[in-house]
């Protein structure tokens, strides 16, 4: 049961993009979409950030080999229900023969299609329904599709995540809409699970490749389900140009819209985590350095007592600090420490807040949306996690994943 | 319920230690143990290793003052249900209150009562039932309460945790007998929860010191549960000389002995795991270096997804590729590595065996103790870690452990 989280309404169309999605037999159930396929007109941008994983995935590693022949990407090939992970060079053979019959259908070349998997790791890509699937995948294309492709990319997810925003630069409208699935496996290292951003504006490509990167540090690369990186996570950004509105990092309102979208997706995939219960928000600050407050701030989210606690609507504090105490950080002074659990203190300088009593810490840790700040008192760099707790359902999702 | 563990028997008494474990009022539960305390005849080495954790609770504190001033130890307070961590200085001055009681109920220094807490954190220890329960510790003194002693020190563990070894060196019996407590927020980190053995050799103080580092490594630092360090880990090894046998690290037969005694405790910790179902051994061979083979091993054990797949026993071993792939290593090469569930081969050379069925693998996982082993094929570094498996019971037991 997602926490604070529905099925996304009013998605705009982003000029320049067509999507379609259905099943075409890689799930066994056969109401479920598992296959997307997204389409970009000519002359657009587009970046891409993968998993940093040494096992990545083989339509990661053709992905990759894709984007580094600079030819324009016109199609982005989905499939959800297998991840196509772990399958050597016989993975990366149905990776190619998935992109080559689109090619084939389209008239496109190979390296202009690029292949996604999403699902179990470690068993063989079915190419031939997928194969099969193409000529009624082109055919469904509409710029109008973005809840069925959402819907398309989703595996143990419980909703389909998109966020849209419309803005106005130089009196004219200018459109981003991006979708993103994940809720498991979730730790995404540059990049999530899946998570396509599209925009009408028109951003150089290393522009955007710049503004990709900048992007994910504060979203996607900021939450945390379970600490376990995926084989498969790829982020896209694209600009189709169709709105005619040149922007760039300088453009901060295009830039805050587009934070925006990044957040909300990176959020939604934690607000729908497997067996969520709490949404969680984890702010560090006064930290030596940034990567020491991102430290704090995933130990504290990734520890399973600190979950477990969460899940249990438990004040249980002393777990926090214990966290707190096990990370690896270049500096700390526990004497020096601050932490509050929303806007009750449990800690003055590393010392039990008198004032605090059970009664208020039980008060937070009822709500379904928890922030936990700890403020090391040492400098001025800061970081925010998002997380979720650890319930029994998160065990019962993953125990039966397969079966 | 533990992995193949039972209440420890036929514990040998170590000439020159009288222990005593009762009931003090620590616990709401009147019927268990949780003051313990340990007698050491005047003239033995003592040596110990303390949790890394920046929030050390008050008695590990306190433990580490006191060795420094190299006084005799001649007394271990221990008391399970409150951790006595996140405290503070009210923490401390409660730590040396119960020191200095048991100090002038027997005439030593202070500093030679060394004071060990384990159990609730951010909680005060009640120190006034501590301090009334003193002379009956004292009257129940005896060298035949090792297992009284490793109910006292308990608090999630399901059963006491002791081994006991006799060898006979240069004609003359030596005993070696430890025992060790804990079985969540376990991954000590150059210690364990808490953990106590003791030998009738004769160590001289600084090789005494080196043996327990050495010892250590391969034990009580390479377990995990869930990735969380206490803040009150502390590991004690105590030679009271009594056997008037001397030994050091060269009598390799002493050492071996010393090592199983070790390694025993560690397992019987990962056994009696909360929530534990499973028995686990990983198995990193073939690394460029041992930091990068311990990473593998402890990424493998922790991962939330590898931990449900073994609850489940299912042979779902994507998920250990995807661990292996997400480990922070210094080098890697995926098309080098081997996998191996039991006596299965996954991968040879990166490429799932032909070989492999699921039949296979669904009868290693279904096994109550399973190894998982990984040969990187780069190097001649290796580590072994044990670990259990991640179940509904271990949130149950998180979820509900104070309430």
Redesign the interface.
Known sequence: MAVGLQTPQNLYPVRGLRLAAMHSGIKNDSTAKDLTLIEIAPGASLAGVF??????AAPVQLCQQHLSLDSDARFLLINSGN?N?????AGLRDAIACCEALAEATGVDRDQVLPFSTG????RLPVTPIKKAIPELLARLDADNWLEAAQGIMTTDTLPKAVSVQLEIDDKAVFITGMAKGS??I?P?MATMLSYIATDAVIEQGELSQMLGQMVTGSFNSITV??????NDSCVLIATGASAVNVNRGQEEFCQALQLVFEKLAQAIIRDAEGATKFVEVNVEGAATESDARSVAFTIA????VK??L??S?P????F???????P?SQ?D?EHVDLYLGAVR??HQ???DPEYSEALGQAEMSRSEITIRVNLNLGDARARVWTSD???D???I??????
Chains 1, 2 share one sequence.
Do not use: C
Request: charged share 20%; net charge negative.
């Open positions: 998993t940093q994983s040494h096992f990545s991840a992970a772990g399958t050597g060079a179990v790791i470690a068993e498991g496996m730790k290292d379970d600490g376990d990186t995926s084989t990734e520890s399973p007592l477990t606690a899940f249990a438990d249980n504090w002393g777990r600090i214990m966290a707190i105490g096990r990370a950080l700390i526990p449990l800690l590393g010392l039990p650890l319930s029994y998160y065990v019962k993953n125990a039966e994943y397969r079966s």
